[in-house]
């Protein structure tokens, strides 16, 4: 079973991007993914989360309405949206799942134990 995150780049402010993070060995429809990102200097940060089957959607409050977390079940993928980005966004962003045991919908990196590899995004004029 893996993640597999990709998509990032260099983009201008106010720019968007869409990543996408591709599993192998279990269906993304059966568990929850979410997105992190670490700029640097900081703390892990929990970005989106899709749940399971139809348990909704997470984002943190710097993201509400510019970035938008979807699944599709046919390519086995998650993607994440982001529009309007800001020179703040910069980050590794890495996408995540809870293969071990069922948890709810969560932005904690710690309900999490299976990790793709990061993808850098770069918010810069």
């Known amino acids: 079973v893996q993640l597999q995150a990709y998509g990032g780049g260099l983009v201008q402010p106010g720019g968007s991007l869409r990543l996408s993070c591709a599993a192998s060995?279990?269906?993304?429809?059966?568990?929850?993914i979410a997105w992190f990102r670490r700029a640097p200097g900081k703390e892990c940060e929990g970005v989106s989360c899709?749940?399971?089957?139809?348990?909704?959607?997470l984002y943190v409050g710097s993201v509400k309405g510019r970035f938008t977390i979807s699944r599709d079940n046919a390519k086995n993928t998650v993607h994440l949206q982001m529009n309007s980005l800001k020179p703040e966004d910069t980050a590794v962003y890495y996408c995540?799942?809870?293969?071990?045991?069922?948890?709810?919908?969560?932005?904690?990196?710690?309900?999490?134990?299976?990790w793709g590899q990061g993808t850098q995004v770069t918010v810069s004029s």
């Open positions: 995540a799942t809870n293969i071990a045991a069922y948890s709810i919908p969560s932005l904690d990196e710690y309900d999490y134990d299976l």
């Open positions: 060995g279990f269906n993304v429809d059966d568990y929850n």
């Open positions: 899709i749940g399971s089957g139809n348990e909704g959607t």
